[in-house]
């Protein structure tokens, strides 16, 4: 019979350092001579001394949650006929992870501190508006981005819960014209664009062919942001050109800024958008001149498109606008006049404006003469009046860029841009701040098709069916510059949201025991610039993880039929000391020891005792630090 005591350290300190070969759940120890091991013996596990940090464990099973920044349920809950699970809401809950999808697989011990900071870096990769990012603080008011920290009790000793604060970026605090201006080869030419003199002049210098061009360094904001451009040459007195200015998304990876051997960049467009003849360049919303030679002899007429889904078939595609009236009508020329008085007097039209508020996109046409309006996003807008709306701005269109397509040798002047300066955001860098261009990096493009295949049917201009109210009522602002929208943090399953309610787990780590649906506690992102979430309980984060003794180069054999493997597990420390206490020193005595056998037919002269501490999957016990003392117990078989 022997004793065998094994530690990660000889020293009694609790800050002994406690790495390599002699951390706290994983060690070996080396014996001077060599301990003889009798035939056909038995081990057991005498009494265990670990401490544990009191840290949070961290994996898989605790550490998913959601974000939701959309329609507020009584928008859509009234529509018969749909339920609030539909995608037709135009919202979307997009799941987030405090611990990556690299290292789920593993558990984590944090501190409080720690877990507030890494709560915060997943919390700011699926907010999924430029809005509520981190801002540069270059211009305007620097938005801090969304804040995570740790509440404690009066005395600042006392952990309660945890404290999120958002804050939105209001046009007011954008950014001015996009230095950079990138042809994406989608007309082509491989010609590089000009900015002669001030940065906001774009020119094309071909002198045969078209191109197009996208402004890449910012998002143009979301709660009245204006992009105004003007035709600039394209109108020279009576003589004009064609041309296309307008909003898109982002499209592809990092592969689109890279030109190919023979200067070209990525196609920008949607996987599953159909070039419907309309034009062979994607866009999400578009204003064109184009010429009609059956026209009065041949001029040019003001269109206006979108890339939506088509009631008859789904498919999705650039569709024209009726923009001029309700009924059957002409489009309007630039010279001549359109239904309803519409005049469009060469002399006056000389800008095309868009300007975003939240759900709507409001398209002007703008010059001396005054402001003829496309669309406003409400139904009953425009100066035709009537049930016109344009497709909303949703989840795959809430990053949107600037796009121009320039005849040969024209230029184009951006007279105002309220672009929204994310710090560190990189155009087509795949980061998960752009949860649609994120997804198509990934190819994971489902969610997305659905969203514009389904969702973009409810623009609708027939009001004959019910679904078509819900874009009727596209979401503006509130009191003029907050986005008029519902925020949630989700941290159980729910089947309110469309995506990703399936496995959320962290009402519990995060302090929504009973709130796993959980609303601000002061603010909302459409009545205030600050939205702030607090924790309603404070949160369970003793680990209740079970604890394994492991002894890896002994031949104990048993079985962890939760791993569906065979295994070297001797013994299960219990949750709890033997004093009732569940963190900091504690000490595990078995009041009856369980004997496994050795299973050797011949003596064994072992040197080193190799021991780790391990959670059910058999993964490293992390959150153990100090000094841990494994007493083995070693007598011939009974």
Known sequence: MSLVITSNTPKNEIGTLT??????????NHLQGTLKIDTDSQIAVQSVKINKTGNVMLNESNTKFGFYFGRKESIYLSLSGYDETDITNNSLMIPAFIVGPEDRDRNFSLNTDDLASQIQTSFRKVLNCP?????????????????????????????TGFKWTIQETLSASCTAIPPTWTNFDETG????????????????????????????????????????????????????????????????SESILVADSDGNYGIQEPDYWSDAGTSDVFFDWRVASIYNATLDGGAHEIRVYHSVAKEEDGQFEEVEFEYWNDEEGPRAPYGGQ??????????????????????????DLLGSGGN?????????????????????????????????????????EVMTYSGVDVKDYVYGSCQDLDWYNQRQCDNDIQECRLLDESLYCGYLQDDTLEVSLLFYNQKGLEGGQFMDNEVRLVSAPSEKYFLGQIGLNSQYILGFQNQGDAAPVSGDLGQAQDTVFESSSIPDLVSKESIFIRVKNL???????????????????????????????????????????????????????EVDLVYGDETLAEGLAGKSVVVFHVRDRK
């Open 338 to 363: 359109g239904n309803d008085g519409m005049t469009w007097e060469s002399e006056e039209f000389n800008l095309v404006r868009f300007t975003i508020n939240n759900e709507r996109m409001r398209i």
């Open 189 to 252: 030419t491989d010609t590089a664009p000009e900015t002669p003199g001030p940065t906001f002049i774009v020119k094309n210098p071909n002198t045969t062919e078209q191109i197009c061009v996208v402004g890449t360094d910012f998002p143009l904001s979301l709660n009245g942001g204006v992009f105004n451009c003007s035709l600039g040459t394209h109108k020279d007195g009576d003589d004009y050109s064609e041309f296309s200015i307008g909003l898109s998304r982002c499209n592809g």
């Open 131 to 159: 809005n509520l990012c981190e801002t540069d603080s270059g211009v305007g008011v620097q938005n801090p981005g969304p804040i995570c920290i740790p509440k404690r009790d009066g005395t600042g000793q006392g952990f």
């Open 372 to 412: 003829k309006i496309i669309c406003t996003g409400v139904k009953g807008g425009g100066d035709s009046g009537g049930n016109q709306t344009m497709k909303p701005v949703g989840p795959t269109t809430r990053w949107l860029f600037p796009k121009l397509i320039l005849a040969p040798t024209k230029q184009m």
């Open 19 to 28: 790495e390599g070969i002699n951390r706290a759940f994983s060690y070996t």
């Open 555 to 609: 031949p104990i054999t048993s079985a962890n039929f939760s791993k569906s493997a065979m295994s070297n597990i001797l013994y299960h420390v219990p949750t709890f000391s033997n004093s009732g206490a569940e963190t900091g020193s504690l000490h595990f005595e078995p009041n009856e020891m369980v004997y496994l056998n050795l299973n050797n037919t011949e003596p064994i002269y072992i040197s080193t005792m």
